[in-house]
Each structure stands twice: as structure tokens, then as C-alpha cells.
């Protein structure tokens, strides 16, 4: 299994946080919330609450990296994100921001990469260009490697205004 290949690596397995998620949730009862994830991610439960996971990659918007990712967005009459922006997936895609230089994080069970090509050594330069970010972007008082961390975990920033986009408009504030 996958579980038994990554801790035979050495490496260990995030805990889920998804039911803390769906706990927080269930005990704040927002109008709504929204909750981003891996593809292969379940959406959050919570009574009271209709959810509308819908995937979106940041090629769909015209960009050039490939991200997928889930975001489930919950609400309690079942209101849906609409993406306005889509545009045609671009085909000549770079490889991922990766959170940890030199990792194989995208891989699927089957071998096969997630959301396309990964590059190993990518500059940080280059890792910000793709996330969308100035090339002087910094994150201050991180070490190098907790910045490529936070960075390669980040949802990228087209993507991200793409989904406040569709937010606001599902909650009426467009």
C-alpha cells in the first residue's frame, strides 16, 4: 500500500484533520465555510451543511503551472462556486512548486505524477513566478527550507483570487 511504501522511505504520515475541520465547523455553525485539499481528499461532513467539492487547476485559468486541488464549500442551502475566469487549459504547463527540494510528493499510487511534471533544484525565483508572486517575494524570519515549505504548499495566487471570486459571489457580496 501507499502507507507502507512512504513510511519504508523513512517518512511519516500527516495526520487528518479533516474531522477537527468538520468538529470546528459543526461547533462555530458559520453561514458557510471552505476548505481546500488534495484531489484524493474526502469533502467535510458536518450536519446542517450541503458541501459542493469541486476541483480547479490552476492550468484551467490559463496559467502555467498545474495545481489541482480540491475546495469543498459548504453551506446550508446547498449554494455551489461558480468559476468565472475558466479559460482553455494551457498544454505547455511547468513543473510544480514541490514543498521539499528534490521530493517525489506528486506521486500517485499508480507512479503516475499528480497535476504533471515535477523538476527537482526549481530556484525560488522561479517557484514564486509560478505561485503567481513577485520575484521578490520573501516570507521573513523562515529558514530556507520552511519558505519552500509554505510556498510549495500554497495555493497558487491566481488560483487563490479565483476562488475569493467565486466566494463572494456565491455568498452575494459581488
Known amino acids: 500500500s501507499l502507507v507502507s511504501l512512504i513510511r519504508h522511505n523513512g517518512q511519516k504520515i500527516a495526520e487528518c484533520l479533516i474531522p ?17 485539499n488534495v484531489r484524493a481528499a474526502p469533502p467535510p461532513t458536518v ?25 469543498s464549500f ?9 468559476y468565472d475566469t475558466l479559460a482553455l487549459e494551457r498544454m505547455d504547463f511547468s513543473p510544480r512548486v514541490l514543498a521539499a527540494a528534490g521530493g517525489e ?4 499510487k499508480d507512479g503516475s505524477l499528480q497535476g504533471g511534471k515535477i523538476r527537482k533544484g526549481m530556484s525560488w525565483m522561479e517557484s514564486c513566478r509560478l ?11 523562515f529558514t530556507d527550507k520552511a519558505k519552500r515549505k509554505a510556498l ?23
Not at 450536519?47 to 495545481?67: A, F, H, I, K
Not at 510528493?105 to 500517485?108: H, I, K, T, V, Y
Open 20 to 36: 477537527e475541520f468538520e468538529r470546528v465547523v459543526h461547533e462555530a455553525q458559520p453561514e458557510w465555510f471552505l476548505m481546500e
Open 47 to 71: 450536519p446542517g451543511y450541503q458541501v459542493d467539492p469541486t476541483l480547479l487547476d490552476n492550468r484551467w485559468l490559463g496559467e502555467e503551472q498545474s495545481r489541482l486541488h480540491r475546495f
Open 131 to 141: 505561485q503567481g508572486l513577485p520575484p521578490d517575494f520573501d516570507l521573513p524570519g
Open 74 to 82: 459548504g453551506t446550508r442551502d446547498g449554494r455551489r462556486l461558480a
Open 152 to 174: 510549495g504548499n500554497a495555493v497558487p495566487l491566481p488560483m487563490a483570487r479565483e476562488v475569493a471570486r467565486a466566494v463572494k459571489r456565491a455568498v452575494n457580496l459581488a
Open 105 to 108: 510528493s506528486g506521486r500517485q
